[in-house]
């Protein structure tokens, strides 16, 4: 069954007082399109991560999707995962978890699906995971939280379970940072963002979004206790990532 997408205009008005992004109603209806639109190479990043979950996905675990927005990524891994293991997506929006509802239910999974609502800074609530998806989201969470939240998912996994994380990034060397930036805002205007929706959704993520270097993210999951991490994605001011539990 094919899903409508709603096309992403959501900055393109010019907006006064412009507020901080949030993951709204209005943000909820057309993230399909934005996040296809704003992040480079989404839906192979969305495959590769559908793929290295079907590998270490155990059968009597469960597999976690954590931010799980609209469920693009679980829609994927359910082509992947064998079945006898149960799907977890969980978000703090419950503008995203309803969105994510609607589409699952239009697909018609024939897997054992929970949905839930969690402020990850107060309560992480894996057990028993396999596989622990994080999807560009932990870059929304303030930085003084981010261990404790990768140690609370580590603490929830079993052996050789693995944590795939996809992340925007800040370059290990500033000289190139913004070289970077440069390149990611050629692919919004080559994606149809005007140089208003640009400029306004940069204002917006200002203080929302805070990015960590590849090696400051490396160095949280190690010492959170994963032992092998490896990039497995890279483009620009985008990463990919995998750790394992051993």
């Not at 992040?39 to 495959?47: A, I, K, M, N, T």
């Not at 589409?103 to 800074?121: G, P, S």
């Not at 940072?177 to 205007?189: A, L, M, T, V």
Request: with cysteine.
């Amino acid at each position: 069954m094919q899903e409508i997408i709603n096309s992403d205009k959501v900055f393109r008005e010019k907006l006064e007082n412009l507020p901080d992004f949030e993951f709204n109603t209005k943000v909820a209806g057309v993230f399909d399109d934005m996040v296809s639109r704003s992040v480079p190479f989404y839906d192979e990043l969305q495959r590769m991560t559908s793929e290295l979950a079907g590998n270490y996905a155990q059968f009597g675990t469960n597999v976690y999707d954590l931010g799980c927005s609209t469920g693009t990524t679980m829609l994927l891994m359910d082509k992947t995962i064998q079945d006898g293991i149960k799907f977890i997506g969980i978000d703090d929006s419950e503008e995203m978890i309803i969105k994510c509802k609607e589409k699952l239910d239009n697909f018609k999974l024939n897997r054992d699906i929970e949905l839930q609502m969690a402020d990850f800074t107060k309560k992480v609530p894996v057990e028993n995971a396999s596989v622990v998806a994080m999807v560009l989201v932990l870059q929304f969470i303030r930085p003084i939280h981010r261990l404790d939240i990768v140690r609370k998912i580590y603490n929830g996994m079993v052996k050789n379970g693995v944590f795939i994380f996809i992340e925007k990034i800040l370059a290990e060397q500033k000289s190139f940072n913004r070289e970077y930036i440069d390149y990611y805002y050629d692919f919004k205007r080559r994606n149809n963002y005007s140089e208003l929706e640009i400029s306004q959704k940069r204002e917006a993520l200002e203080n929302v979004l805070i990015p960590y270097k590849t090696s400051e993210n490396i160095t949280m999951l190690q010492d959170a206790g994963f032992k092998e991490v490896e990039v497995f994605f890279r483009w620009y001011n985008f990463t990919g990532i995998i750790a394992k539990k051993l």
